[in-house]
């Protein structure tokens, strides 16, 4: 393989990692890293360290492994190079020389003044009748801003396009109204900006820092569960954005009125818009989505392998789109779209559990790893060796097989719907900076196929 291929099935693999790992973890490990050479089905990644060596193999030779087989069934190990080159450049140092078929890294650029990404557009937003209320929604809150459907509150399950609609929300403002500013930004960020502007006490440049904009979109509204302060600016910006009409959009992975922790007086300023769902993608909308984007980098996959790929995949866009960044990639690096027996083997490396394991057998197959006694799990001690289990057992039933939180928590002992979603958020933010966490429910995956 020529050095211009191994470069963009580098960038390709960048693109699913950042959907994989925090954005700290992926600007610390990926900056400096390459594809050397490709030899006999063996990737060999350049690094600069024996400790950035030692870091993938432990940490990410798994994820890489299965995204550059989602490639090609071909690519049958990656093994990692020490090489220092100081002339060498970045990863993501924009180059003249782009071949005509662009791989969908471009689509991880944002716009550093507002956060958006200028590729997740109304244009570029696949309707179907699971989220079509949500997109009209979405186009009436810009025909009056402020003042039509605000705040707009938008959620669904996790890889559902929320995102992406939001963020059309705010590239259609710009468009509209080019002397206004628009601002996104993530719950998790405001609330990093809130402790950090607090404890350097800065608290009142906090409460102006994002008054100034005329369109404010937060994603993933639930992480300010549980987080007091940042619970109270939010509630004071909200009053002042809404209070002047200034436009809200919130996403969430549940309604307001089921998000854990937070006073009764935000759920309340949350659903006092416009509320709506995403629901999950019908057959259609899943041959669509794939047909579009792959077209939108000018590939065309047979009616045969979309249609396979949709009936396989069913719940989230997001993993669909990321088997279409991979279809995308083969087409780049071999010239051809792949045929069904190579999506058919790709499409292995995708795959999680099957939902047809059932809770006791999770439960089973946890307290064996971690060593302690199955009936445990069901009893109300908060024993830490019995705590962490438990928690993982809840993650994985609602991540793994969509086990609604009511079904989990009277399968596990009787315990309540609010005591399974706080299990689950916490797993949730700590697998991206706990390691052994992380490599634990790797490992525990592994056992339940």
């Not at 937060?218 to 569960?225: A, K």
């Not at 969430?252 to 007086?265: H, K, T, Y």
């Not at 659903?271 to 984007?293: F, L, Q, W, Y």
Request: glycine share 4%; with cysteine; hydrophobic share 35%.
């Amino acid at each position: 393989m020529d050095r211009g291929n191994t470069r963009e099935l580098w960038e390709h693999v960048l693109t699913q990692v950042e959907l994989s790992v925090s954005p700290a973890n992926f600007n610390t490990w990926f900056r400096d890293g390459h594809i050397a050479k490709i030899e006999d089905g063996v990737i060999y990644v350049g690094v600069p360290s024996q400790f950035f060596r030692d870091m993938y193999m432990k940490k990410f030779h798994l994820l890489l492994l299965r995204i550059v087989r989602a490639v090609s069934y071909e690519f049958r190990n990656i093994e990692y190079l020490i090489i220092k080159d100081e002339r060498r450049k970045p990863a993501r140092e924009v180059r003249h020389d782009r071949p005509t078929i662009e791989l969908p890294l471009n689509e991880f650029y944002i716009n550093k003044s507002d956060n958006l990404n200028p590729r997740y557009t109304f244009d570029t937003f696949v309707i179907g009748s699971f989220n079509e209320l949500a997109h009209a929604a979405a186009r009436a809150a810009i025909t009056s801003p402020g003042i039509t459907y605000n705040p707009l509150f938008i959620y669904g399950d996790t890889g559902r396009g929320k995102t992406h609609l939001i963020q059309a929300v705010g590239n259609e403002f710009k468009k509209t109204y080019p002397s206004r500013k628009v601002f996104y930004l993530t719950s998790e960020k405001f609330v990093a900006d809130c402790v950090d502007d607090i404890t350097a006490g800065k608290a009142g440049r906090f409460k102006e820092k994002y008054r100034q904009f005329d369109l404010l979109i937060i994603d993933d509204i639930q992480f300010l569960s549980g987080k007091t302060r940042s619970e109270e600016e939010m509630f004071h910006l909200f009053n002042y954005m809404h209070d002047n009409n200034k436009q809200i959009v919130f996403s969430s992975d549940r309604p307001p009125v089921a998000i854990p922790e937070i006073a009764e007086r935000l759920k309340g300023r949350l659903a006092s818009g416009m509320t709506v769902d995403i629901s999950e993608p019908d057959a259609e909308s899943r041959m669509n989505i794939i047909r579009k984007k792959a077209a939108s980098h000018d590939v065309m996959l047979s009616n045969e392998v979309i249609e396979y790929v949709a009936t396989s995949i069913t719940g989230s866009i997001r993993e669909l789109e990321g088997i279409v960044n991979s279809m995308v990639c083969h087409a780049q690096v071999k010239g051809v779209p792949p045929d069904i027996a190579e999506v058919r083997q790709s499409l292995r490396s995708f795959a999680r559990p099957q939902k047809a394991v059932s809770v006791k057998q999770v439960v089973m197959k946890v307290s064996e790893y971690y060593g302690i006694d199955e009936e445990s799990i069901y009893e109300k001690t908060r024993r830490r060796e019995v705590v962490r289990p438990r928690q993982v057992i809840m993650y994985l039933l609602r991540e793994d097989f969509n086990v609604s939180y009511p079904t989990i928590g009277t399968k596990l002992g009787g315990r309540d719907h609010t005591t399974v979603i706080h299990s689950c958020e916490k797993i949730k933010r700590e697998i991206i900076d706990d390691t052994v966490l992380s490599k634990e429910i790797q490992n525990i995956r592994t056992l339940l196929v």
